[in-house]
């Protein structure tokens, strides 16, 4: 069963999405320790797993579903090593 969505829904989604992603990067980049960079880092692949998520929705494509599950936890792994990293060292 498909659920109707307005397009101005989708378009405010596509957006907010966006400028989060924007604000996520530039912190990564700019934040003054490493920690906060690690924080933006995992932000910004929070938000990028929502949008795979928004983006199987809108084009009926469910296998997304799965690759962003894989992508969030792939991410999530990523950022325990970073963590791990940044407390003690590898």
């Excluded at 999405?17 to 690690?38: E, H, K, Q």
């Amino acid at each position: 069963m498909r659920i109707e969505i307005p397009q101005f829904i989708w378009i405010a989604w596509f957006v907010i999405v966006s400028i989060a992603t924007i604000l996520a990067t530039i912190r990564a980049i700019i934040g003054p320790t490493n920690s906060d960079r690690a924080v933006g880092l995992d932000t910004w692949t929070t938000i990028t797993t929502g949008f795979w998520v928004i983006l199987a929705l809108y084009f009926f494509q469910y296998i997304l579903l799965s690759v962003s599950m894989v992508y969030a936890i792939l991410s999530f792994l990523g950022v325990l090593a970073i963590a791990r990293y940044l407390e003690r060292g590898l």
